[in-house]
Structures are given as structure tokens and as C-alpha cells.
């Protein structure tokens, strides 16, 4: 008889057996062929053996046998022996392995998925499709922006701190000059990087810069402050080449401008609303306790700056280059040289008629500090919108495209305050400047990979933050000096207007050449 029609008997309560349970496990008799239930908790451990080779010889004779069907409940039964969670023939109890698929039915582990295919979706909508390492090093960078972002907004105070230590406006001017001596001196970046990666580099810098304001707390005076701060920047600005090469590596082209869109504004948003923590954090407790909390922060930025992965470490000829070398090499780039010429121009520009928007705000408009909030704010959220807004324009029409409207942008801020009489119509100038400081701050780093050659990006970043350190060490005391010879004050802002729009020509002349 097929064992596919056995009928299942269960032994009566009572009779010497086991009773009826709800977990049982089927056994064979060899003679009958009749499927019995016990419970594996109570079958008794002797007859355990005689049961398992009864079910595996019924098993081989009928399932496998004359009739050439297959017994489900003896498979079942089989199933149920070598993989029951209570304890089997043999051994002690062992733990049932669960499934790799299995997922506990909690609340967390059902919202983490789509809480990450949210956050996937917009990082794809706001970056592009990107591949996997892309997309790590984009988010290890967020992170570092976004704490970053803290340590910035803190530097934003230096100028009123020196004021509360005693320093004096020449002070104030000073400490402005000397924040441009990293750019003057990153030539030193080539050096370095001739002993070590540009990612160790910039780490070990930005290390040494940022303990640099925890070490501020012990600085009693205006002038240790001032040195301090001018330490800071050296070694915070100074590792700027090597970072270029840094973004050459880790991020494509087609998606750079948006990457770095979206890291500048993770960073932006941090400093906007820190700054007022950071303002009352001063009033309350005061730069020795605030100081060394952001100086933390910014090595706290370091360190996750550190994890990202490089696949292709920066290197070969650029480290072996010298710096007569590299200069001659950018000297015969003629597009470089057009546009580093409108770069020029556009900081003379804007930094010198900078100095004197806060005479135009105080002195002749009379503006209130909440009437100034309120314009600082309107720049911010343009500064954030600017970076979106920027880098679209950098991955479809290139970045010359937005460096000549980031030129042709400055242009508004000092005819703006030329013309001014009223609060309200310096709108338009906090506008501008917070769209010229987003477009900048992307616009510059990508025209410079655009526009140098692939085994010297660093030799041209280099030079081009040279020349930012030069214009930016002398570009403020223009407008002073104009104004001491005589020149009328909105005379002063029609030239700084004219040298953006010229700025915007040489721009445009470097992209079609």
C-alpha cells in the first residue's frame, strides 16, 4: 500500500502514551505503514533513534518506491525532524538559524528603507545619478561641510572680538590683509605634496589651523589674537591647490557643480543658523569658552574629511613639477591668463568699494541693526539659493559661463549704494552680493580644473590662488585711497561698477577663445 494514503493515528490519553500535542513530529510504522504523532518534548529519548530510521526507510521505500509518488506528509515530517526549533534527535537543544532574509517586524527596521530611498531620491534629483564611491565621498564631505559650518560662522566674529580686546580699526584692516598670506604662500602646497598626498595634506593643515582658535582661549590681548588668527589662516587656506586636486579625482565633471552645490549648502545653512547661537554664545559665556568649542568642531570636520576614499591618489608629474616650471607651463595658457586677468578686475571691484558700504548703511542711510538683520538675511537665503542655482549653470553651460555672471552680478552691489536713498533700495545690492559669493565660491575652483590641464591642476590652482592673495592684500586700501585724494564717494562706486562689467567681458572672452 501506498504510504501517500496511510491515515494518521494518535495514541488515546491515557494508554501508556503520549497525548495529542500541538507541535508533533510524524513517525512510521515499517509494518502497517500508519503515521503516528508525538510531541517532540515528550517522545522518550530511547525510542528516538528506532523512530528516525523507521520514517527514513518508510521514507525511501514509498516515496522514492513502487508507486513513484511523493508522500507530503513525509516530507513535512522530514523537514520538521532536522529542522525544529525545539530540539532534535540527537544532541543537546540547538537554536534554529534564522533565514538572511528575515527582518524583525519592527517600526524602525520598516521605515529605515524608506527613509533611505527618500533621502537616495533626493540626493539624485539634487546631485544626479552617481555611482557608489561618488555618492559616499559626496555624503563624507556633507558631514564635513555641515560641522564645518560651526567652525566658520565662529570666524565671522574675529574682527568684532579684536575690537572688544582693544584693537583698533588699522587692527581690523590688518587682520583682513593678513587673512590673504595662505593664498600669497600656497605655492609651498607644491613641496609638500612631493612627500605626502594631497588628502594627508589637507587634513594635517586643517588639524594644525583649527587647533590654532582652541588655542585663542589663552590669548589676552588684541595683538597674540591677531597672531594666532593669522596662523589660522595660513594653515586653513594654504592646503587650497591640493584641494582642487582633491575634487579632481573624487568627483566627474558632468556632476561636479552640483555635488559641490550641494556641499557648499549643507555648509551655508549651518553658518546661517549658528551665527546667532554663536553671537549669544559670546555675550553669555565669552571667547575663551566659545573658541575652543568651535576649534573642536572644525578638527571634529578634519577627521571625517579624512575618510574619504580616493581611488586614484593624486599625483605622478604634479609633485615632480618645480615652480618655475609650473608657472611657465600657466603663462602660455592664454584662455587662463584672459580669465585670470577679469578675476583680477572683479576683486578689485568688490573689494574696494567693500570698506565703505558700512558708511553708506550708518552715516548716510541711518539703518537700525534690525533693519541690517534684515538685509543680512535676505543675502543669506540668496546665498543659499545661489549654489543651486550655480551649480546647474557650471554642469550644463560650463564654468566661465558662471564666472562671467557672477562679474556682470557684482556690478549691481556698488551702483546700487551709489544711487541709494532709502533702506529698501539696497535690496537689490544684498541680493547681488549673496549670489557673487555662491557663484564665486564654485564658479572659481571649477573654471581652474576647466581650464588647466589634467596632470597640472594643482600647479594651476596654485597660481590662481596667488593672484587671490595678492589682489586681496592690496584691493581694500583702493577705495580709501581714492576717497583720500579727493574722489566723491559715488564716484568711487561708478568705477568699482565699471571694473565688474569689464571683469564679465574678459570672462566672456577667456570661454570663446
Not at 518508510?58 to 507530503?72: D, N, P
Request: net charge positive; with cysteine.
Amino acid at each position: 500500500m501506498s504510504l501517500s494514503m496511510a491515515r494518521a493515528t494518535t495514541p488515546a490519553s491515557g494508554s501508556g502514551s503520549v497525548g495529542r500535542t500541538s507541535h508533533p513530529w510524524w513517525t512510521v510504522s515499517s509494518r502497517s505503514g500508519a503515521l503516528k504523532a508525538y510531541p517532540l518534548d515528550a517522545t522518550p529519548s530511547a525510542s528516538r533513534r528506532a523512530r528516525r530510521t523507521a520514517c527514513s526507510s518508510a521514507m525511501r521505500a514509498s516515496t522514492w518506491g513502487h508507486s513513484g509518488g511523493v508522500c507530503l506528509p513525509l516530507l513535512l515530517a522530514r523537514s520538521r525532524l532536522l529542522l525544529s526549533p525545539a530540539k532534535r534527535p540527537y544532541g543537546p537543544p540547538v537554536a534554529h538559524p534564522r533565514p538572511a532574509l528575515y527582518k524583525p517586524p519592527k517600526l524602525c527596521m520598516t521605515l529605515s528603507p524608506q527613509l533611505a530611498a527618500t533621502l537616495r531620491y533626493l540626493e539624485t534629483q539634487l546631485a544626479g545619478s552617481l555611482e557608489d564611491d561618488v555618492r559616499y565621498n559626496m555624503r563624507v564631505e556633507i558631514v564635513s561641510a555641515v560641522v564645518y559650518g560651526v567652525f566658520m560662522a565662529t570666524l565671522t566674529f574675529m574682527p568684532a572680538v579684536l575690537t572688544k580686546l582693544g584693537g583698533s580699526p588699522a587692527t581690523v584692516s590688518i587682520y583682513l590683509s593678513l587673512s590673504y598670506l595662505g593664498h600669497i604662500f600656497s605655492s609651498v602646497s607644491l613641496l609638500v605634496v612631493r612627500k605626502m598626498t594631497p588628502k594627508a595634506f589637507a587634513v594635517m593643515s586643517w588639524t594644525l589651523g583649527r587647533i590654532m582658535l582652541i588655542v585663542m582661549a589663552f590669548a589676552g590681548d588684541a595683538p597674540a589674537l591677531l597672531a594666532l588668527a593669522t596662523v589660522l589662516w595660513f594653515l586653513e587656506i594654504g592646503p587650497g591647490p591640493a584641494y582642487t586636486r582633491i575634487l579632481q579625482s573624487i568627483y566627474p565633471i558632468a556632476h561636479r557643480g552640483r555635488i559641490m552645490a550641494l556641499v557648499r549648502f549643507g555648509m551655508a545653512l549651518t553658518i546661517l543658523v549658528a551665527t546667532p547661537l554663536i553671537g549669544l554664545g559670546l555675550d553669555r559665556l565669552g571667547y575663551p569658552v566659545v573658541f575652543p568649542l568651535a576649534g573642536a568642531l572644525g578638527l571634529v570636520s578634519s577627521l571625517v574629511f579624512s575618510r574619504m576614499r580616493i581611488v586614484v591618489e593624486p599625483g605622478g608629474a604634479q609633485a615632480r613639477s618645480s615652480a618655475p616650471d609650473a608657472m611657465r607651463v600657466v603663462t602660455r595658457n592664454r584662455r587662463f591668463m584672459m580669465y585670470q586677468l577679469g578675476l583680477i578686475l572683479f576683486g578689485l571691484a568688490a573689494l574696494a568699494a567693500s570698506p565703505m558700504y558700512p558708511d553708506v548703511q550708518i552715516n548716510r542711510l541711518q539703518l537700525s541693526y534690525t533693519e541690517l538683520g534684515l538685509l543680512g538675511l535676505v543675502q543669506s537665503v540668496s546665498w543659499l539659493i545661489g549654489y543651486f542655482v550655480w551649480g546647474r549653470v557650471v554642469d550644463r553651460y560650463g564654468a566661465l559661463r558662471c564666472i562671467m555672471l557672477t562679474f556682470a552680478i557684482q556690478a549691481v552691489a556698488p551702483l546700487t549704494y551709489a544711487f541709494a536713498t532709502a533702506g529698501w533700495m539696497l535690496l537689490p545690492a544684498f541680493i547681488a552680493i549673496g549670489l557673487v559669493m555662491a557663484g564665486g565660491d564654485i564658479g572659481f575652483t571649477n573654471a581652474c580644473l576647466e581650464l588647466s590641464e589634467p596632470d597640472r591642476t594643482q600647479e594651476y590652482a596654485v597660481a590662481q590662488s596667488t593672484i587671490i592673495g595678492l589682489r586681496g592684500f592690496i584691493a581694500p586700501f583702493l577705495g580709501v585711497g581714492l576717497l583720500s585724494l579727493g574722489v566723491a564717494q559715488p564716484i568711487v562706486f561708478l568705477l568699482a561698477g565699471w571694473l565688474a562689467l569689464v571683469a564679465a567681458v574678459c570672462a566672456e572672452r577667456a570661454r570663446r577663445m
